[in-house]
């Protein structure tokens, strides 16, 4: 079956511009996540959804962090505007049983 | 909220087990232990999870305390391509923490 698919890979932006990634889920996977793994540290979860619905937004900077999960399978993740301590690999998880999340290569974004 | 505490790094011989504690002394009775590993360069992958028992599948076997205060995720025989950061969790909205970098050396 075919993974988790993520854009861009990398990305180099400079501090108060916007960006976006994108990620596609598994297909047939309810749950699906987006991560900050900042260099040396374990991923940290932003936000999780249960098809279009919000389920956990708690660690999700919500001044310049946005996510959305249209119709329930694809999903963009926002920074408006991106500061140099949002360097950071961004990663992005489909789950059907919450334990086992399947996750994609991420997105590498680089603020300068 | 339950955490877990791991060492830093381990080192483990090829072809050896890899036996990697983590303690989660504030374990709620509901709550599941769950290892990850990460890989260089990748995202996470998972590899067991379990709540009470023992769990064993084709990646590892899982042992977890009676009292579940710490549990010991063993690699039977580790490989070169089991280098790699190790999670242990105990939250159900997966909360990772700093893992253990295993290198298994040749």
């Known amino acids: 079956e075919a993974g988790v698919a993520q854009s861009p890979r990398y990305k180099i932006i400079e501090k108060r511009q916007s960006v976006a990634f994108w990620c596609n889920p598994i297909?047939?996977?309810?749950?699906l996540y987006w991560y900050q793994q900042i260099l040396g540290q374990g991923p940290k979860l932003l936000i999780q959804?249960?098809?279009?619905?919000?389920?956990?937004d708690s660690q999700l900077p919500k001044d310049r962090f946005s996510a959305e999960r249209l119709k329930g399978v694809d999903s963009t993740l926002k920074i408006q505007p991106a500061k140099l301590e949002d360097s950071a690999v961004y990663l992005c998880?489909?789950?059907?049983?919450?334990?086992?999340?399947?996750f994609g290569p991420g997105t590498r974004l680089t603020v300068t | 909220d339950a955490k877990t505490t791991q060492p830093t790094s381990m080192d483990c011989a090829e072809g050896r087990a890899a036996n990697l504690p983590c303690n989660h002394s504030?374990?709620?009775?509901?709550?599941?232990v769950y290892w990850y590993r990460q890989i260089h360069s990748q995202g996470p992958q998972y590899i067991i999870h379990?709540?009470?028992n023992n769990e064993t599948n084709e990646m590892a076997s899982l042992i977890i305390t009676e009292d579940r205060k710490s549990s010991t995720l063993i690699l039977p025989h580790a490989t070169l391509r089991d280098t790699a950061v190790y999670y242990c969790?105990?939250?159900?909205?997966?909360?990772f923490g700093a893992g253990t970098r295993l290198t298994v050396k040749p």
């Open positions: 998880a489909s789950s059907f049983h919450s334990y086992e999340q399947y």
């Open positions: 297909s047939g996977h309810a749950t």
């Open positions: 959804f249960q098809n279009n619905g919000v389920v956990d």
């Open positions: 504030t374990i709620s009775g509901n709550e599941y």
């Open positions: 379990g709540l009470k």
């Open positions: 969790i105990v939250r159900g909205d997966m909360r």
